[in-house]
């Protein structure tokens, strides 16, 4: 796994990324303890890549981890369950 | 439909998306329904209540979102938009050409407390209705500009965010590197 990690963010180091224009919206109420962060850090992640498209593939535990990471150094100590969540319950929730 | 397209796949424009959320076409409820699903044929009634309830709700979402967006950026408007998932990035969308899009992603409850995880705890968490959505132009607003991040928020107690990666900017006091 860590192997994974390191190839697909370190593929992806140096590549210049493209910008976007986006509009957020979120009925998800701050402070509240559903994790409207994490549900923003991961909703960026998501939207850059898909701006990207010439980004090598990134494993998704490894951008997983770049999402609490992101959360980390903004001041946000979390595990991994929270972005886990995120990114494979949108299809069956 | 042809269901052997990803519904979310559909490009459209904004203007047209807009209308099948309105009028609340079959298509704009079955793509709803590939995300946060649909009825069973043993549903119970008020199992059927609330999915109706859900769906109705996430529809009024999706048009004001897609309202505001076009509201904010004007110029943009009547470009082709992709609704997608964020399950489907990795792999399913990686073959498409975006040229524009909806990303989401639900907030979660965790029954056995809040970020336990980091801690070694055990977590349960379920995704909730509630989520974030992100109307994205993949995109600089600004030809000259390819790098350029343009980020408003539909609730304007957020202030706009614009920066160019090109020349990055300062990270803030206190973060932590």
Request: aromatic share 6%.
């Amino acid at each position: 796994m860590k192997e994974q990690k390191a190839k697909g963010v370190e593929d992806a180091k140096g590549v210049s990324f493209n910008g976007l224009t986006a509009l957020i919206s979120s009925d998800i109420p701050t402070g509240s303890g559903l994790s409207s962060s994490h549900s923003l850090v991961m909703g960026f992640v998501s939207a850059i890549l898909q701006a990207n498209p010439c980004l090598p593939e990134i494993d998704p535990i490894a951008l997983l981890e770049l999402a609490r990471a992101a959360e980390g150094k903004a001041g946000a100590v979390t595990g991994l369950a929270d972005q886990v969540r995120g990114h494979s319950a949108t299809l069956t929730h | 439909m042809d269901k052997g397209t990803p519904v979310l796949a559909s490009r459209l424009p904004a203007t047209e998306w807009l209308a099948l959320f309105k009028s609340r076409s079959p298509r704009a409820v079955a793509a709803l329904e590939a995300i946060y699903g649909s009825p069973t044929r043993q549903a119970s009634e008020l199992e059927q209540k609330l999915r109706s309830e859900i769906l109705e709700g996430r529809l009024e979402k999706y048009i004001a979102s897609l309202e505001s967006f076009n509201k904010e950026f004007p110029a943009l408007q009547q470009e082709e938009v992709v609704i997608s998932t964020l399950g489907l990035r990795t792999t399913e969308m990686r073959t498409y050409i975006l040229i524009e899009c909806v990303v989401r992603c639900p907030a979660r409850v965790n029954m056995r407390g809040m970020h336990i995880d980091s801690h070694g705890g055990g977590c349960n968490a379920l995704a909730v209705s509630l989520e974030t959505l992100f109307v994205v132009h993949p995109s600089s607003i600004d030809n000259k500009k390819p790098q350029l991040f343009t980020i408003k928020n539909a609730n304007r107690s957020f202030a706009e965010l614009s920066f160019d990666m090109s020349d990055p900017p300062a990270l803030p006091a206190g973060y932590v590197t």
